[in-house]
């Protein structure tokens, strides 16, 4: 079974501070891409990573793909009470591209 | 910005009876696909679609469950007879090709009583 683990599950903030969220395998992904998804609404996603040791920036979120291809982070610096949501990683796995592997999730709010 | 559209918004249905899900993918993606989410758990697989069949589906996509492709636009999800445990938010998503990323409409809720 492939698994997507992402740390923490909650986070509560206040307005201003710096935030990392995780997301780990003990798989290889061709490429992983992270969503937010607000209640009620469809993931959207925010960027897609391919290269080991890619990083790529968003304003204010940079996500970072390990040098592996198993994990990859999302730093939030200064954030606002607007990146509120659930952020979600999902990986296509190296020997299957037509599914995504689905991380659970991390539930970020950001207090004013 | 073309986007995946769902509808209803929100079905409410009896246990036991026949629901259909409908969406309209973007109209250049050929791949299709049809996820899960009851509250508070992971977004789940159901099923893939690509030139007008079924590529991959997961063990919940069971004999309850079927979709179509009824014309050039619609890609629809049936479930033919609603359990409680079908309770959830049914996403479609559609991308252009394999390995790029998935394009999600904003679900429909399903709640079966």
């Known amino acids: 079974t492939q698994l997507l683990e992402q740390s923490p599950q909650f986070l509560s903030i206040q307005e201003g501070e710096n935030l990392t969220v995780y997301c780990n395998s003990s798989?290889?992904?061709?490429?992983l891409q992270w969503y937010r998804q607000e209640p009620g609404e469809g993931p959207v996603l925010l960027v897609t990573?391919?290269?080991g040791g890619e990083v790529k920036k968003l304003k204010r979120l940079t996500f970072q793909f390990g040098d592996a291809r198993k994990d990859s982070s999302l730093h939030i610096t200064a954030a606002q009470p607007g990146d509120t949501g659930l952020y979600l990683c999902?990986?296509?796995?190296?020997?299957?591209?037509?599914?995504?592997?689905w991380g659970l999730g991390t539930s970020l709010a950001v207090n004013p | 910005e073309p986007e995946v559209t769902q509808t209803p918004s929100h079905q409410v249905t009896q246990m036991g009876q026949e629901v259909i899900l409908r969406c309209v993918p973007i109209s250049n993606h050929l791949y299709f696909y049809w996820y899960r989410q009851i509250l508070g758990q992971k977004v789940e697989f159901l099923v893939s679609f690509y030139n007008n069949e079924i590529s991959e589906k997961s063990e919940i996509f069971d004999d309850q469950f079927s979709v179509e492709r009824p014309d050039g636009s619609n890609f629809t999800l049936k479930i033919r007879s609603t359990k409680l445990e079908d309770s959830a938010m049914y996403f479609c998503a559609s991308r252009p090709g394999t390995g790029s990323p998935l394009h999600f409409g904003n679900g429909t809720r399903l709640t079966v009583t």
């Open positions: 999902a990986g296509l796995h190296a020997g299957n591209n037509r599914k995504l592997i």
């Open positions: 798989s290889v992904f061709s490429s």
């Open positions: 990573v391919v290269t």
